[in-house]
C-alpha cells in the first residue's frame, strides 16, 4: 500500500527501454518481469495507463497480452441493453478482443461473433453464482455504490465437454464499490476448482487481489492533501467435502456456490482486517508522529513548576556565593 500527496509523476519516456528491440533481443519472461518492476514503482492509482504505454513500448502481441494478464487494474463498469441497462464489470477475464461478455445476457459488448462462452451446464451454474454473490455484495457493500459480476469457464481439457461440476472449472468474482469522491475498493476473486474425488473431496484455489484507492481531501485548502493507493494480493487453498446424496448437476452445483461462497467471505474479511489495522493504523500512526495540529510545548505544569523552582534555586544559590565575597 503507498501512501501519497499528489505530485507530478515522472515521464515513462525516463525509463530506459527501446520499441522493437525489447522484444527482439530479449526473452518474453524478461521482458515481463521488467514491466513488473517499473510498474511496482510507479503510482498505483495509474497503473492503466502506466500498463498502455509500456505494451505501445512492445512490440510482441503475445508479450502484451501476457502482461495484461499479470497486472490487475481497476474494474469498469458497463450496461447490459439486453438486460433491462443491468450494470456488469469489464475485465480480463470476461475479454475477447475488445469486447466484454455480460453474465446477464451472455452476450458481448462491442457485438461479437463466436465469442467464447461456457458450456450450458456451466452457464446456468454462472446465472446462479451471479444472483448469490449479488447478495453478498449488497449486504457488505450496499446496493446503491457497488457493482458485481461472475464469470466461469471450462477448464481447457474439458473445453467443449459437458461440465456438471464434476471435473472441475475455473471462475472470477469480482467486486467494485465507488463513492462520488473517485474512493473505490475492487475485489478480485480467481478460483480453480478440481475435481471431485473419491469420498467427495474437492480442491479450490484462490487468488485474491484488492485494489483501493482512498482520497482524503482538504476542505479549507480545497485541495487533494493524502491518497492512500495500493493492492494487496493472497493465495489460498481450502479442502471442501461435496455431499454425493444427490448428484445432479443442479445440486452439485449449489454446493461450489456455498463452497466457493464460504471461502471468499473468509479471505476478504481476513485481508480487509488486515489492511486496516496494519497498512492504514500504521500510516495514521506514522503521520501523527510527523505532523501534530498543536505544535506548542506540551509539558505539566508539575514538571514546569519543578524547573521554575530549580532555576529559582540556582539563581538564589549564586546570589549567596556573591554577597559572601
Given at each position: 500500500v503507498i501512501i501519497s500527496t499528489s505530485r507530478p509523476q515522472l515521464p515513462l519516456r525516463t525509463v530506459a527501454i527501446s520499441s522493437p528491440i525489447l522484444s527482439?533481443?530479449?526473452?518474453?519472461?524478461?521482458?515481463?518481469?521488467?514491466?513488473?518492476?517499473?510498474?511496482?514503482?510507479?503510482?498505483?492509482?495509474?497503473?492503466?495507463?502506466?500498463?498502455?504505454n509500456l505494451t505501445n513500448l512492445i512490440s510482441n502481441d503475445d508479450i502484451s497480452d501476457e502482461l495484461?494478464?499479470?497486472?490487475?487494474?481497476?474494474?469498469?463498469?458497463?450496461?447490459?441493453v439486453n438486460a433491462d441497462d443491468r450494470k456488469f464489470l469489464a475485465c480480463d477475464h470476461n475479454r475477447d478482443g475488445d469486447s466484454h461478455r455480460s453474465p446477464w445476457s451472455n452476450t458481448y459488448f462491442p457485438q461479437l461473433q463466436d465469442g467464447f462462452c461456457?458450456?450450458?451446464h456451466l452457464r446456468q451454474l454462472e446465472l446462479h453464482a451471479n444472483e448469490v454473490f449479488d447478495v453478498y455484495?449488497?449486504?457488505?457493500?450496499g446496493k446503491l455504490t457497488s457493482v458485481s459480476s461472475v464469470y466461469l469457464w471450462d477448464k481447457e481439457a474439458n473445453n467443449g465437454a459437458n461440465n456438471n461440476g464434476m471435473v472441475g472449472f475455473s471462475g472470477a468474482f469480482l467486486i467494485q464499490n465507488k463513492v462520488d469522491n473517485g474512493s473505490y475498493w475492487?475485489?478480485?476473486?480467481?478460483v480453480d476448482v478440481g475435481r471431485i474425488e473419491r469420498g467427495g473431496m474437492c480442491q479450490y484455489k484462490l487468488t485474491t487481489t484488492i485494489l483501493i484507492y482512498v482520497s482524503l481531501s482538504d476542505s479549507e485548502l480545497g485541495m487533494e492533501s493524502t491518497r492512500i493507493t495500493?493492492?494487496?494480493?493472497?493465495?489460498?487453498?481450502?479442502e471442501c467435502k461435496i455431499s454425493s446424496h444427490d448428484s445432479s448437476s443442479s445440486s452439485i452445483g449449489s454446493q461450489h456456490i456455498v463452497n466457493i461462497g464460504k471461502?471468499?467471505?473468509?479471505?476478504?474479511?481476513?485481508?480487509?482486517?488486515?489492511?486496516?489495522?496494519?497498512?492504514?493504523?500504521?500510516?495514521?500512526?506514522?503521520?501523527?508522529?510527523?505532523?501534530?495540529d498543536n505544535m506548542?510545548?506540551?509539558?505539566?505544569?508539575?514538571?514546569?513548576?519543578?524547573?521554575?523552582?530549580?532555576?529559582?534555586?540556582?539563581?538564589?544559590?549564586r546570589k549567596t556565593k556573591l554577597s559572601g565575597k
Open positions: 527482439a533481443m530479449t526473452s518474453s519472461s524478461t521482458v515481463i518481469k521488467s514491466c513488473l518492476d517499473i510498474l511496482r514503482r510507479l503510482d498505483p492509482a495509474e497503473t492503466e495507463k502506466h500498463l498502455e495484461y494478464q499479470r497486472v490487475d487494474v481497476p474494474l469498469i463498469v458497463l450496461k447490459d461456457p458450456s450450458e455484495r449488497e449486504l457488505y457493500f475492487n475485489s478480485i476473486h480467481v495500493g493492492s494487496l494480493v493472497r493465495q489460498n487453498d481450502r471461502f471468499i467471505e473468509d479471505v476478504e474479511t481476513e485481508m480487509r482486517k488486515e489492511m486496516d489495522s496494519l497498512y492504514i493504523q500504521k500510516t495514521k500512526n506514522v503521520v501523527d508522529m510527523i505532523r501534530k506548542k510545548p506540551t509539558q505539566g505544569q508539575e514538571h514546569t513548576r519543578v524547573l521554575n523552582e530549580a532555576v529559582l534555586a540556582m539563581a538564589m544559590n
